[in-house]
């Protein structure tokens, strides 16, 4: 059974920057799309950044010029640096895998963006 591992959050002070990368436990054959999620409290869970084989990358307005998506296929990985967070990007931050046939989600991740 695939696992997806998340890490990289934490606390953060407004303006800061922090990289979360997301790493399958094993190679996933035909991957098409790999994305960053997140859900704050009472809140319903948005789409961040994703990266799609046929359409390219894509972001949530609220992250755009700020967040950038990026993967390394060869290690079945997908990143989301972050730069210039604000307090409303606290959150927990999941990530998404999406092959053939198959949905992984990994645990999550907290960022709390604070003074």
């Known amino acids: 059974q695939v696992q997806l591992v998340e890490s990289g959050g934490g606390l953060v002070q407004p303006g800061g920057s922090l990289r979360l990368s997301c790493a399958a436990s094993?190679?996933?054959?035909?991957?098409?799309?790999m994305g960053w999620y997140r859900q704050a409290p009472g809140k319903q869970r948005e789409l961040v950044a994703a990266?799609?084989?046929?359409?390219?990358?894509n972001y949530a307005d609220s992250v755009k010029g700020r967040f950038t998506i990026s993967r390394d296929n060869a290690k079945n990985t997908v990143y989301l640096q972050m730069n210039s967070l604000k307090p409303d990007d606290t959150a927990v931050y999941y990530c998404k895998i999406s092959a053939p046939g198959n949905n992984y989600w990994g645990p999550g991740t907290q960022v709390t963006v604070s003074s």
């Open positions: 990266i799609h084989s046929a359409s390219g990358t």
């Open positions: 094993e190679s996933i054959f035909g991957i098409y799309y």
